[in-house]
């Protein structure tokens, strides 16, 4: 544990970011993730239009997308190497998960969320090479599990 | 005692100087690096060379990689020989790109790369590269900077006058430096003159896809035929080679094969062969031959062993092939940016001679032959002589061209670089190289348009220029600004091997080729796991097959059991990041193999054959994120005939 906080101090002077106080909790031990108020930081995709309900075809082929991409890393229902992506809809707005995906390192440079979340769980997410269409479908895949799980 | 050295050594340097140049008062501005030269070669953090240098490993087999002007390396490629640290030739993928007739072999000699051209100019497609041991070529892609294809050549040994190429890069040429019998047979050696033979090969290589395939081979004397370069513009059709050995020794060759005043360059048209081959001239023998191609789609090699090739005899095909007699057991044959010159290093000699392109056609066609050589003409060398280099210095060898009108040939007895002009073949500068140079590099100075900043000398021996490292000691190359009129030394950098031939180009013709990553949804490789959903282990008899996945930072599975001693245990693993610069390593406790470095959307095979029941750890060899050390897992074997089950996370 003594490890993981001075790796995450370490971190934490190197990118100089994640201007939250909740961040030392976070690196405590408990989820940074609730400490989400500051300023965003979207490059690549200022706008995602997103119906209100759910389009099931497009749901299906980003859970495929899903599969193969991201699951390496991600689980549904529990911190895994990443989050739980389950409820990250409800989390997040849909601007935060399309840049994530498409505009990895950018993200994880400037925007304040991501870093603090850096500090928890240590590692830079990978960019995936997902292009939009597919990261658009991934997106209504984590719609239809956030709507699963309300 | 170090300042007696060096002092003994400026005092033989100056004292060369002097023999040499005839009295060119040992220029001691030269010894040392230009004033400004650290200026010149400081590439600053995070900036870019403006060229790449490939220069060929000799003994090591491999291609490295520099930039230039820093001298940085960058890769090496693994070509011929095996590399341990890429997995090149352990991992099963892999494997099948060093078989030849002979079996595996796991080591090479490459002397010269050769760049895939368009218009006799470096077109940033393809490398070519020659070993010279047991007789290959082999095509380097330039966009992954991955060996490709691996084609043997049958009739052959000593594969030295290769992997030149014609002005488009229709075909890649090799010729034998060490004839033999043709087909190789059980006979006395002494009956050399009766029995052995040289060959000439031309592969014909695919414009789109750098496929490579044998075409023809011409049977010539039994000479030794050493380097080559195409014609280009007028001479477009020809290909210029130089031979020693015109005595047909065949034991101490070195005082031998040096009896004769002028050995030859042999000009082939290589048009005229193609025109005689599709009239169904030439003859098929039986000649087998090992063919390796790496498929992209499959990331997979294969290993073919073929059989049979078409051979052209002079005699019988008239026009293909003359004799230019040319001073001394020549070595370099270059062919100037015009393609009307053509350059020979006679290393015995005491002139550098450039034959005329034109002269050679003018005499083939008055017929003005001096005697003929097994069915071949040979011309006459003041009909076919352009000039002579005067006192170049001792012992040239090779030519390069920086497309401003001059040539420069490395001088590997006097240790220097002579430049000179084509116009009228005089002396224009000297420049010492520490010591003993062998080939020479201008960036595209073998070509039509020559970038001619700089000239790179490659040698043999550093002596006393770098920190010793026992009896050892690296080889060099040394960077000479030659934009102005006096060349000036700018840089030493070590080299891996024994740097020979070597091409330069500038960077922006590759750089923004560069493949980054492989497509996970393009990996068809058999064994492919795109999805950690995929993973499994499965028996098959005694072998056992893992379907692996990395990604920062764990692999998956990571607990296996049910293993056994006597199992032979394959680990095919994909690497599942798809973002530039991540490789996986892989390694497991007491592998007899290599490990493997799994690029991102890859997937490799390594064989794995536990001896010892008990618990095997395997772990990523590649810092790859702040969890690497987290990366790795455990195997269980069991006894053999245990009944332990296969069963994994």
Not at chain 2, 93 to 119: A, Q, R, V, Y
Not at chain 2, 383 to 408: I, M, R, S, W
Request: proline share 6%; charged share 25%; with cysteine.
């Amino acid at each position: 544990m003594k490890r993981i906080i001075t790796l995450a101090a370490f971190v934490a002077l190197a990118l100089g970011g994640c201007s939250q106080q909740k961040a030392e909790e976070g690196a405590a031990g408990q989820p940074a993730e609730e400490a989400t108020k500051a300023k965003p930081s979207y490059y690549k995709i200022q706008h995602v239009d997103v119906a209100p309900t759910v389009d099931p075809v497009m749901a299906k082929a980003g859970a495929d997308i899903f599969d193969v991409k991201c699951t390496a890393c991600h689980k549904l229902d529990e911190r895994y190497v990443g989050p739980a992506l389950g409820q990250v809809t409800q989390r997040r707005p849909p601007e935060y998960i399309m840049n994530m995906i498409l505009d990895t390192e950018t993200m994880i440079n400037n925007d304040d969320t991501v870093q603090c979340l850096l500090q928890t769980y240590l590692l830079k997410m990978p960019n995936q090479s997902v292009d939009e269409k597919d990261a658009r479908n991934v997106l209504e895949f984590l719609r239809k599990a956030g709507d699963e799980r309300k | 005692m170090k300042r007696i050295r060096s002092l003994t050594a400026a005092m033989a340097l100056s004292l060369f100087a002097l023999i040499i140049s005839g009295c060119s008062e040992g220029d001691k501005a030269h010894i040392g690096a230009a004033g400004d030269a650290a200026a010149r070669v400081y590439v600053a953090p995070g900036k870019y060379d403006e060229f790449y240098n490939f220069v060929s490993g000799g003994f090591s087999g491999q291609l490295a990689v520099y930039g230039l002007p820093s001298g940085r390396l960058f890769r090496v490629i693994p070509v011929f020989s095996v590399d341990p640290e890429k997995g090149w030739g352990f991992s099963e993928e892999t494997k099948p790109m060093l078989n030849t007739s002979h079996g595996f072999i796991p080591w090479d000699d490459f002397h010269h790369p050769e760049l895939s051209m368009s218009d006799g100019s470096p077109d940033g497609k393809w490398i070519f590269g020659n070993a010279n041991n047991t007789p290959r070529v082999a095509r380097i892609d330039l966009s992954d900077m991955r060996t490709k294809e691996i084609i043997e050549l049958p009739n052959s040994s000593g594969n030295h006058s290769s992997p030149f190429t014609t002005e488009n890069s229709e075909y890649v040429v090799a010729g034998t430096r060490f004839s033999l019998p043709v087909p190789n047979q059980d006979v006395s050696i002494a009956s050399y003159k009766e029995n052995f033979k040289g060959t000439i090969s031309f592969i014909k290589v695919d414009k789109t896809t750098g496929a490579m395939d044998l075409s023809f081979q011409i049977l010539v004397p039994g000479f030794d035929y050493d380097l080559a370069h195409a014609g280009k513009g007028p001479s477009h059709d020809w290909m210029f080679f130089s031979c020693y050995n015109s005595e047909q020794a065949n034991t101490m060759l070195e005082a031998n094969a040096s009896q004769n005043d002028k050995d030859f360059i042999a000009a082939i048209n290589w048009k005229k062969c193609e025109e005689y081959v599709a009239q169904g001239k030439g003859k098929k023998i039986d000649a087998k031959y090992a063919h390796n191609v790496f498929n992209d789609k499959t990331q997979m090699a294969s290993s073919e062993i073929k059989n049979g090739v078409t051979i052209l005899t002079p005699a019988e095909c008239p026009g293909i092939i003359y004799y230019m007699p040319t001073p001394k057991s020549p070595h370099g044959c270059d062919v100037d940016p015009s393609g009307e010159l053509i350059v020979g290093g006679g290393k015995l000699a005491t002139v550098i001679p450039v034959m005329s392109y034109s002269k050679m056609i003018a005499s083939i066609e008055a017929k003005k032959f001096d005697k003929e050589i097994d069915g071949i003409p040979v011309l006459n060398y003041k009909d076919c002589l352009a000039g002579e280099v005067k006192k170049p210095g001792l012992g040239p060898l090779h030519t390069e061209f920086d497309g401003k009108g001059n040539a420069y040939t490395s001088m590997f007895v006097s240790s220097e670089i002579v430049k000179w002009s084509l116009k009228d073949f005089k002396v224009l500068d000297r420049a010492p190289t520490y010591y003993s140079i062998g080939h020479l590099c201008i960036p595209g100075g073998d070509s039509k348009k020559p970038w001619g900043k700089y000239v790179i000398a490659y040698n043999k021996i550093t002596k006393d220029r770098f920190l010793p490292t026992g009896p050892e000691l690296t080889q060099s190359a040394q960077l000479y600004d030659i934009s102005g009129e006096k060349m000036k030394l700018l840089l030493d950098f070590p080299t891996i091997g024994e740097p020979h031939y070597a091409q330069a180009l500038p960077a922006e013709l590759i750089q923004s080729k560069q493949v980054k990553v492989f497509q996970l949804k393009d990996n068809n490789h058999p064994y492919v796991t795109r999805s950690e959903k995929d993973c499994r282990v499965e028996r098959k008899g005694n072998e056992v097959h893992i379907y692996a996945t990395a990604i920062r930072s764990h692999f998956k599975p990571d607990n296996i059991e049910g293993v056994k001693v006597g199992d032979v245990v394959y680990w095919h693993i994909t690497n599942l990041e798809q973002d530039w610069d991540v490789p996986h390593g892989f390694a497991v406790i007491g592998n007899n193999n290599s490990e493997l470095l799994i690029m991102p959307g890859e997937t490799l095979t390594l064989k794995w054959e536990p001896k010892y029941p008990g618990i095997h750890p395997f772990y990523c060899t590649d810092f790859c994120s702040a969890l690497h050390q987290e990366m790795q897992g455990y195997v269980r074997v069991s006894a053999a005939g245990s009944n332990a089950p296969l069963t994994h996370n």
